[in-house]
């Protein structure tokens, strides 16, 4: 867990396309914002 103000560290993720997205290649933008939903379509 990091702190809120803390830079996060790159990584990739696949997006709903089944692309490879890094997080780096957003670098120099203004805002960027990540969202993680860790319990959507799990099966329950």
Known sequence: MI??????PNFTLGDHFGRRIELASFRGRKHVMLVF???DFTPT
């Open 3 to 8: 702190s809120p103000g803390t830079p996060a």
């Open 37 to 39: 939903y860790p319990l």
